[in-house]
Each structure stands twice: as structure tokens, then as C-alpha cells.
């Protein structure tokens, strides 16, 4: 019973840092503006981001599973970037992953995101940041849905969501 007990919190452990992640950025750490030529200092992002969003966009946090603004969200619409206001997703994209976090199978615009590597917490995995910011969005996964088989892991609140009229 112990090891069944032991075997249920690893897969736990493992299952929630599937898509998440609390990679803090470290003191000094520049976005190369040549890469990124909307990046701003960390004092601008302050002003223009709600904490949450500042955390993890700026710090490359992650929010808790199921408690954040739009795991659960089927309303018809964008999901645009909450740094600044580009659209990013679309409801026609979300799928439901499993994971607690909103899950696309394809961005609006392949060119308004970069995926760059992410070496943290032991693992190897693609992080999805902002084309025009360096900012932190999610990561993307290879065992998505037809017809991309990609699931872009979103962090709610990288994103505003803008209603279809």
C-alpha cells in the first residue's frame, strides 16, 4: 500500500509540472532587444501587467491548475497577449487537455510566438514565449490533437480574452 501510495504522488508530482513551471527569472537576466524589439524593462511590464500577469510572464511563473481565469472558458473568441493585446488564440483552437490549463492545438499566427528551449527544473521542454516580447506564455507539447498533434499549455493569465460579438 505504501508503494501504491508512493507511485499515485509521483505520477501527482509529475502530472503537474506538465505544463507548468516557476522558472524565476534571475537579477540581471536582459531580453536581447534584437530578438525581441517590444521587450521593455521590468519596471515598464510592472506598470502595465496585473501581478498575476507579471509573475508569470515576466518572471516565467505558472499558475495552479484549474484555479486560473479560462481552463474552463467555451465562450467563442480571441485570446490575446495581456502585455500587448495581440491576438494569439482562438476559441476554434482550445481543446480540453486535461491538464487545467487552456490547451490550443495552433496559435492565430505561427510568426507572433517564438518556441525557445527550456532546461529548468531537470527537464527539457519548449517554451512559447510572446514573438514580439521574449514574455513567457507556456510551453508546447507533442501530444496534442489532430490535425497539428501540438498542445500549447497557455498560462491564463498571459492572455486577455476578447468575446466573439
Not at 93 to 117: H, L, R, V
Not at 120 to 130: K, P, Q, Y
Amino acid at each position: 500500500m505504501k508503494k501504491l501510495n508512493l507511485i499515485w504522488v509521483l505520477l501527482m508530482i509529475f502530472s503537474l509540472s506538465a505544463c507548468g513551471q516557476n522558472r524565476q527569472k534571475k537579477s540581471g537576466d536582459v531580453i536581447d532587444k534584437a530578438s525581441f524589439p517590444a521587450a521593455k524593462s521590468d519596471e515598464e511590464w510592472r506598470k502595465i501587467l496585473s501581478p498575476e500577469a507579471y509573475r508569470i510572464m515576466v518572471n516565467r511563473g505558472t499558475e495552479i491548475p484549474y484555479k486560473n481565469p479560462y481552463w474552463d472558458n467555451h465562450q467563442k473568441g480571441v485570446y490575446v497577449s495581456a502585455a500587448t493585446g495581440k491576438p494569439l488564440f482562438s476559441s476554434d483552437t482550445k481543446f480540453e487537455s486535461g491538464t487545467g490549463w487552456p490547451s490550443f492545438f495552433k496559435p492565430i499566427d505561427s510568426n507572433a510566438i517564438k518556441i525557445i528551449s527550456d532546461n529548468s527544473l531537470g527537464m527539457s521542454r519548449d517554451e512559447v514565449v510572446e514573438a514580439s516580447t521574449g514574455l513567457h506564455l507556456g510551453h508546447v507539447f507533442d501530444d496534442g490533437p489532430a490535425p497539428t498533434g501540438k498542445r500549447y499549455c497557455m498560462n491564463s493569465w498571459a492572455f486577455k480574452f476578447v468575446p466573439s460579438k
